[in-house]
């Protein structure tokens, strides 16, 4: 029976910039889609590159493929980072989100404004649990595929408990 480790999580706003970008693009791969599209229209701006000269209107479609290809996928990063901006000044970072119960049974989770009761906000048992991330900031808990947690105090604790209790193929070390 392993010692059960007890967590507040107060979250800054770099923490929490840290763990979207990291939740989009690591965890999500959201990144594939605008490099997809990118290399589409690159390779046809490329055809009509080869036709300047051949075909009358070329070089200007050429031109515009290649700057939809570019300009595109950078107002999607433009805006991610933006709406991240925008939504850490709502949440008033820093400010305490949860508090996290690590123990044989599962993972307890009391959200904001309910850390000092007894009753639990949610409960997950450890083979319910997705996946974890370790990186060198922070430790990210999948409870489900989109949804997560975050303990960026007392790491090496929870990773340490977190190794002792899950199999090693829900666990990934990025440090």
């Known amino acids: 029976m392993s010692q059960p480790i007890s967590v507040s999580i107060t979250m800054d706003a770099a923490s929490f910039h840290k763990f979207r970008s990291f939740d989009l693009f690591r965890h999500q791969k959201r990144w594939r889609r605008p490099l ?11 055809i009509c590159l080869s036709q300047v000269g051949v075909r009358e209107g070329a070089a200007l479609l050429a ?7 570019l300009g595109l996928p950078a107002v999607y990063f433009y805006t991610f ?15 305490p989100f949860y508090r996290l119960r690590f ?19 949610h409960q997950y048992p450890w083979q319910e649990l997705h996946i974890a ?11 489900q595929q989109t949804q997560a947690y975050l303990v960026n105090d007392s790491q090496d604790a929870v990773w340490a408990f977190l190794s002792s ?3 090693a193929a829900r666990l990934r070390d990025l440090r």
């Open 81 to 95: 980072f933006r709406d991240l901006r925008t939504t850490i000044k709502k949440l008033g970072l820093p400010r």
């Open 103 to 121: 123990d044989d049974t599962g993972l307890a989770v009391w959200m904001a404004g309910e850390q000092d009761r007894p009753e639990l906000s």
């Open 133 to 143: 991330y370790r990186t060198p900031d922070a430790v990210y808990l999948y409870v």
């Open 36 to 46: 997809t599209f990118t290399a589409i229209l690159l390779v046809f701006s490329c």
């Open 63 to 69: 031109v515009v493929l290649a700057v939809v290809a």
């Open 165 to 167: 209790t899950l199999p």
